[in-house]
């Protein structure tokens, strides 16, 4: 009885590739909040540094004559960077929100009035930030637009 020797077939340990992209995808859901919390410290920064800039840069470029009258375009720019201001505060103030610690994701968002999953929880908070970041940044860009326009309209009149 010859019995022929059973072919070996070589094998290899479970790709681990899927639960990388997985936790991956976990850390940086739960990741965007604080990343949207350094940009808003950042555009604090910015809002508060950039009118001090706009008086510099006019009183390095008029000298002593560095004065501009007040214009709806200079009123215009420093209430831009106000609101920048006010809405990049805002973005780093914690929302309250209800969580159901023991749903981690759902199939479907949480109705209105609804404790919301731990996955919607970490996406809503970075949704909220980033809308009042994005407004923040136009509103910034609007105050530097109205600024230089009061600089290029006062320096055209005679």
């Given at each position: 009885?010859s019995?022929?020797?059973?072919?070996?077939?070589s094998?290899?340990?479970p790709?681990t590739?899927?639960?990388e992209?997985e936790k991956?995808?976990a850390?940086?859901?739960?990741?965007?909040p604080?990343?949207l919390?350094e940009?808003?410290?950042?555009m604090?920064?910015?809002?508060?540094?950039?009118?001090g800039?706009?008086?510099?840069?006019l009183?390095?470029?008029?000298?002593?004559?560095?004065?501009?009258p007040?214009?709806?375009?200079v009123l215009?720019?420093f209430?831009?960077w106000?609101?920048a201001?006010v809405?990049?505060?805002?973005?780093l103030?914690p929302?309250?929100?209800t969580?159901?610690r023991?749903v981690i994701?759902?199939a479907?968002p949480?109705?209105?009035?609804?404790a919301?999953s731990i996955?919607?929880f970490f996406?809503?908070?970075?949704?909220?930030?980033?809308?009042l970041?994005i407004?923040?940044a136009?509103?910034?860009?609007?105050?530097?637009a109205?600024?230089a326009?009061?600089?290029?309209?006062h320096?055209l009149?005679?």
């Open positions: 009885m019995e022929e020797p059973e072919e070996i077939l094998s290899y340990a790709s590739a899927n639960e992209l991956g995808l850390a940086a859901v739960v990741g965007q604080k990343l919390d940009l808003g410290r950042q604090v920064t910015l809002c508060l540094a950039i009118p800039l706009f008086a510099t840069v009183k390095l470029t008029d000298g002593d004559d560095a004065v501009l007040v214009s709806c375009f215009s720019a209430a831009c106000l609101v201001l809405l990049s505060l805002a973005s103030v929302v309250t929100r969580v159901d023991q994701r759902r479907q949480a109705a209105k009035g609804q919301l996955e919607e996406t809503k908070s970075a949704k909220h930030k980033r809308r970041l407004a923040a136009l509103f910034c860009f609007a105050g530097i109205l600024a326009w009061s600089v290029f309209n320096s009149k005679p």
